[in-house]
């Protein structure tokens, strides 16, 4: 069995009282106090949950829309700064190989988040499509912290 792994915010989550759990062999933050205290404080005020064993790859280059655009299912070029669309990114068959949300930070940076348990199919998938286009495709996921 393979050694577990942690998000980028394990130390913070240690730090305050978290208990641990396994989601597929990701070490994942359960709890902090009782789970009426969480809901509580859900229902009252907010609740943050760490999504960041999730895959974060960055799209970057002139050609990023167009990229996307042809790499993804649906127009991703038609969003604009700081939107967000779901998509899918299809297999050539038409399965799919995983559904995303695609960020548009500015027309030449794009962020793609993609399931823990896909990253390197969705990085490979992403990588092999990027022929007659001037973009690039970069695995961020051991660098980015995720929050929802």
């Known amino acids: 069995m393979p050694d577990p792994q942690y998000t980028v915010l394990q130390d913070r989550h240690e730090a ?3 208990t641990f759990t396994d989601f597929g062999g990701w070490m994942m933050p359960v709890r902090y ?3 009426l205290a969480e809901h509580h404080a859900v229902r009252t005020a907010a609740g943050l949950f760490d999504i960041s064993h999730m895959a974060e790859i960055e799209i970057v280059g002139p050609e990023a829309p167009a990229f996307l ?3 993804l299912a649906g127009r991703l070029s038609a969003l604009v700064d700081d939107q967000a669309k779901y ?5 050539p068959d038409g399965g799919i190989i995983d559904d995303l949300i695609v960020y548009r930070h500015s027309a030449e940076r794009y962020l793609v988040i993609a399931n823990a348990g896909n990253r390197a199919e969705v990085v490979t998938a992403l990588r092999e499509r990027t022929d007659g286009f001037e973009v690039h495709v970069d695995d961020v996921s051991d660098d980015v912290a995720l929050l929802a």
């Open 16 to 18: 305050l009282g978290a």
């Open 87 to 91: 998509s899918l990114l299809l297999a």
């Open 69 to 71: 655009d042809f790499a």
């Open 33 to 35: 106090t009782s789970d």
